[in-house]
């Protein structure tokens, strides 16, 4: 998912990016293929499901590699599912409160909201 590193990124940022991810030159390339991006974003959403995960992700400043991937991506599943990690990771623990999403029970009335609004987003 990520690119060349921008030169927006500052030494303290570029910091705390994994070993791998750092200094990034011209010959690194985000993923081509959507379809992949978005499976690796996918999975990077299981991970939130977990305050444990989600802690280790702001450590590692995933937030910025995913914000420079949603200036230049195209592909709107793509743009959801990235937004949808955001979403999560820019809240607080206090804010979200919960150790696991996937302990949460969502009433059928909302999911079918949601899965309407996903739609609308994609249309968009």
Known sequence: LAGPSPDCFTDEEMDKLPM??????DSKKVEADPD?????LESLLQLCATK?????????NAYLILRELHKTEKDREV???LENIVDIL??????INLENYKNVEVPGD???QFKKMDELYLKD
């Open 36 to 40: 992949i991006r978005k499976m690796l």
């Open 20 to 25: 791998d991810l750092q200094y990034l030159d």
């Open 79 to 81: 743009l959801l599912a």
């Open 52 to 60: 444990s995960a989600r802690q280790v992700l702001r450590e590692k």
């Open 110 to 112: 909302l999911i079918e």
């Open 90 to 95: 820019i809240k607080s623990e206090e804010e």
